[in-house]
């Protein structure tokens, strides 16, 4: 069984930045595609940042797409999100995810159903 633990969370005003982490507990990290999600208030939760197992291949969603980067520590069985010039509307629970991929292929993943695993969840607050 995979543990997801997500950190990092937090207050924060409009334009800071905060680095959220995802530690995971088991021995084949590295054959992990890794995902960051989100849920605001009232809305669906959304893919906001993947990343393969080979770590070559990211996604970002539009609206942070130059602002947020999806980085992966293996050696540290860690995820990473770095959120920079942050905005209210990022203000939401962000949870990370992981799938087993068994080292096939290189791909990112954006289906919340694509994933096995899950965090509990952190809290995000950007104020204006």
């Known amino acids: 069984q995979v543990q997801l633990v997500e950190s990092g969370g937090g207050l924060v005003q409009a334009g800071g930045s905060l680095r959220l982490s995802c530690a995971a507990s088991g021995r084949t990290f590295s054959s992990y595609a890794l995902g960051w999600f989100r849920r605001a208030p009232g809305k669906e939760r959304e893919c906001v940042a993947a990343?393969?197992?080979?770590?070559?291949?990211?996604y970002y969603e539009g609206s942070v797409k130059g602002r947020f980067t999806i980085s992966r520590d293996n050696a540290k069985n860690t995820v990473f999100l770095q959120m920079n010039s942050l905005k209210p509307e990022d203000t939401a629970v962000y949870y990370c995810?992981?799938?087993?991929?068994?080292?096939?292929?290189?791909?990112?993943?954006?289906?919340?159903?694509?994933?096995?695993?899950w965090g509990q969840g952190i809290q995000v607050t950007v104020s204006s």
């Open positions: 995810a992981a799938r087993d991929t068994y080292y096939s292929g290189s791909y990112f993943y954006t289906g919340f159903e694509e994933y096995d695993y």
């Open positions: 990343i393969s197992w080979s770590g070559t291949n990211t």
